[in-house]
């Protein structure tokens, strides 16, 4: 009864919560949407266009970020930071996920009881 | 802009594909409902029912548990423990979980590109 549509399911599930933390880790220094995906790229996380651009306008949206249009090369850039609010997020956003990370390596490498 | 009620939501996004993963690791070894929610909250892990019950429920309706009713200390009980197909999943989650721990630490301790 178990299908890979299952599985493709929780392995996005488990992307979602991870991708909002990798943004604002990375846009600690200011990006433009195509820079930043490249640059999440390069540490191994490929997020496609359709996902991390609506991600970043929520984020905006929510106050996490702050935007400005900059030229750069002759062309117009739309340029995202994170925000004092985005850094206080982060904080507690980090603090859950070492919670989380800690139970899971613990039953990993622990007996299940 | 900035609401408690956001961070709470990607904090709760943040565990949902964790959650799934702690649950599969602790039917390695078979339990029933409020045994498993007791072993998890001694990793640290406390879900309440109202998630935790539903979940397995819907790990073993997609072939990832297995369950039987059997008495123990006079009650009836149901005891879930992880499926071949279960572990399989696991092993691809934990595949995923890895990656994303690897970017996530990346993009932690190194600086931001």
């Known amino acids: 009864m178990f299908t890979d549509e299952y599985l493709g399911r929780m392995r996005l599930e488990?992307?979602?919560?991870?991708?909002?933390?990798?943004?604002?880790?990375?846009?600690r220094t200011e990006h433009y949407g195509y820079a930043l995906r490249q640059a999440l790229e390069a540490r191994g996380l490929d997020?496609?266009?359709?996902?991390?651009?609506?991600?970043?306008?929520?984020?905006?949206?929510?106050?996490?970020?702050?935007?400005?249009?900059?030229?750069?090369d002759r062309r117009n850039k739309r340029f995202y930071a994170i925000s004092t609010e985005g850094r206080a997020a982060l904080k507690q956003l980090l603090t859950e996920w070492d919670a989380l990370e800690t139970s899971i390596n613990s039953l990993r490498s622990g007996k299940a009881s």
């Not at 488990?14 to 846009?27: E, H, P």
């Not at 359709?50 to 935007?67: D, H, K, M, N, V």
Request: charged share 30%; net charge negative.
């Open 14 to 27: 488990l992307r979602r919560g991870m991708v909002i933390i990798a943004v604002l880790l990375q846009l």
């Open 47 to 72: 997020i496609d266009e359709g996902t991390l651009y609506p991600l970043i306008r929520r984020l905006e949206f929510q106050g996490l970020l702050t935007s400005e249009w900059r030229e750069e």
